[in-house]
């Protein structure tokens, strides 16, 4: 019987603990609700819409007009511009203002009119799959279905059924050319995101427990009275800025010639865009510890940071696809410009240009952490010598 009511008291003390410990409280409850509200907002289109289009009209007759307004009326698609260059449309693949091309050859109508066959090619941007496989699929239904409106209209015009009217069929074929990923494989899709996002949650939970170790031990207001910010911020931070550098480079020598996924850019841009990527995880994760009274609060809020932004990076669900609020939380995380440095070095082969945006705002993303880490160091600093103060 003391065994049961000693059995019965500890049940009862753990529960009393999950609803008086506001940490424990809020990663049993909070976390879950937060998380699973967030996830269903982000795939709340539930496919991807409005792929940036270009179309390029070589053609520009009536049947190519109305194949163009058959493109811009399907969801997945939405045609931002228009244009008789194949170059002109290649260059908007290359800096993303669109994600599809699709080309109208010249004498689409009179082959048509003719009976005779015709190509449509689309050409998509194979890193991401999302975007790739949706496209594909969706301009293969576009234009097969004008493609059959086609032949029903001159069927109907002769009177024609069955096997007589098979000479009649128009055939509008359709054709597609992938970009950067053209055998779709999922490992040089995935493994680069995946293997970033780990990345990223080591370097934040090794450097969010920085400070809050020494709070722990009691050591932490002699070490602010005896350092400055600088010495402070180099002394703590340069270890973990040369082991996240190392683990960088260890990590996709490992995936790129260990595993030989292809890759088609030069790797120092990698290394360039993953150095500064780290140094914003290290001055955010700074600031966190600076601001956390104790390593599980600093867990929690890391955490709270690094699990959802590989979704949220738009690396594989695009940023296009979800909703704004969701997007621009997507937007003010680290991660989504380190990958898309990622996708731009490896995967694209593009050079330095085109990660000048990723490397921009990544530095002001670790100005704001340094800064935030700087007032919660005055603030310590003004603390701790009140403290001493008071207790002289």
């Given at each position: 019987?003391?065994?049961?009511?000693?059995?019965?008291?500890?049940?009862?003390?753990?529960?009393?603990?999950?609803?008086?410990?506001?940490?424990?409280?809020?990663?049993?409850?909070?976390?879950?609700?937060?998380?699973?509200?967030?996830?269903?907002?982000?795939?709340?289109?539930?496919?991807?819409?409005?792929?940036?289009?270009?179309?390029?009209?070589?053609?520009?007759?009536?049947?190519?007009?109305?194949?163009?307004?058959?493109?811009?009326?399907?969801?997945?698609?939405?045609?931002?511009?228009?244009?008789?260059?194949?170059?002109?449309?290649?260059?908007?693949?290359?800096?993303?203002?669109?994600?599809?091309?699709?080309?109208?050859?010249?004498?689409?109508?009179?082959?048509?009119?003719?009976?005779?066959?015709?190509?449509?090619?689309?050409?998509?941007?194979?890193?991401?799959?999302?975007?790739?496989?949706?496209?594909?699929?969706?301009?293969?239904?576009?234009?097969?279905?004008?493609?059959?409106?086609?032949?029903?209209?001159?069927?109907?015009?002769?009177?024609?059924?069955?096997?007589?009217?098979?000479?009649?069929?128009?055939g509008i074929d359709y054709r597609y050319r992938v970009l950067y990923n053209p055998t779709f494989s999922y490992m040089s899709f995935m493994v680069f995101g995946l293997g970033a996002a780990v990345l990223q949650q080591v370097v934040f939970l090794a450097v969010a427990l920085a400070v809050t170790k020494e709070k722990e031990e009691g050591t932490w207001g002699d070490t602010l009275r005896s350092n400055s910010f600088f010495k402070l911020v180099t002394a703590k931070l340069l270890p973990y800025?040369?082991?996240?550098?190392?683990?960088?480079?260890?990590?996709?020598?490992?995936?790129?010639?260990?595993?030989?996924?292809?890759?088609?850019?030069?790797?120092?841009?990698?290394?360039?865009?993953?150095?500064?990527?780290?140094?914003?995880?290290?001055?955010?994760?700074?600031?966190?510890?600076?601001?956390?009274?104790?390593?599980?609060?600093?867990?929690?809020?890391?955490?709270?940071?690094?699990?959802?932004?590989?979704?949220?990076?738009?690396?594989?669900?695009?940023?296009?696809?979800?909703?704004?609020?969701?997007?621009?939380?997507?937007?003010?995380?680290?991660?989504?410009?380190?990958?898309?440095?990622?996708?731009?070095?490896?995967?694209?082969?593009?050079?330095?240009?085109?990660?000048?945006?990723?490397?921009?705002?990544?530095?002001?993303?670790?100005?704001?952490?340094?800064?935030?880490?700087?007032?919660?160091?005055?603030?310590?600093?003004?603390?701790?010598?009140?403290?001493?103060?008071?207790?002289?």
């Amino acid at each position: 019987m003391a065994q049961v009511n000693s059995w019965s008291a500890l049940f009862a003390k753990e529960w009393r603990t999950i609803f008086t410990n506001k940490t424990i409280r809020n990663i049993l409850f909070v976390i879950p609700v937060l998380y699973f509200s967030l996830f269903g907002f982000l795939y709340g289109t539930q496919k991807v819409m409005d792929i940036p289009t270009v179309i390029v009209d070589h053609d520009e007759t009536e049947l190519t007009r109305e194949i163009i307004r058959a493109i811009d009326h399907d969801q997945s698609f939405a045609v931002t511009a228009i244009t008789p260059s194949e170059k002109e449309a290649e260059d908007m693949i290359n800096h993303e203002k669109a994600f599809v091309e699709i080309i109208l050859p010249a004498g689409l109508t009179a082959n048509a009119k003719a009976g005779k066959d015709s190509e449509v090619l689309t050409i998509v941007d194979g890193s991401n799959l999302m975007i790739s496989n949706t496209a594909v699929r969706a301009a293969n239904s576009v234009i097969k279905s004008i493609s059959a409106g086609i032949t029903l209209k001159k069927l109907e015009a002769k009177g024609e059924w069955g096997n007589e009217g098979l000479s009649f069929f128009t055939g509008i074929d359709y054709r597609y050319r992938v970009l950067y990923n053209p055998t779709f494989s999922y490992m040089s899709f995935m493994v680069f995101g995946l293997g970033a996002a780990v990345l990223q949650q080591v370097v934040f939970l090794a450097v969010a427990l920085a400070v809050t170790k020494e709070k722990e031990e009691g050591t932490w207001g002699d070490t602010l009275r005896s350092n400055s910010f600088f010495k402070l911020v180099t002394a703590k931070l340069l270890p973990y800025l040369i082991i996240s550098t190392f683990n960088l480079v260890l990590t996709f020598t490992i995936l790129l010639k260990g595993f030989g996924i292809p890759y088609y850019g030069n790797p120092m841009h990698l290394l360039l865009v993953g150095f500064v990527f780290n140094l914003a995880i290290l001055f955010i994760g700074f600031a966190i510890s600076f601001f956390s009274p104790n390593q599980l609060q600093a867990t929690q809020v890391a955490m709270l940071i690094a699990v959802p932004s590989f979704m949220l990076s738009g690396y594989t669900w695009p940023l296009m696809s979800m909703p704004p609020v969701i997007a621009a939380i997507g937007e003010s995380m680290p991660l989504t410009y380190f990958l898309h440095g990622v996708r731009e070095v490896l995967s694209k082969g593009h050079g330095f240009t085109y990660i000048q945006h990723d490397l921009i705002v990544l530095t002001l993303m670790a100005m704001v952490g340094l800064f935030g880490s700087y007032l919660a160091y005055l603030i310590h600093v003004r603390k701790s010598y009140t403290k001493t103060l008071e207790n002289a």
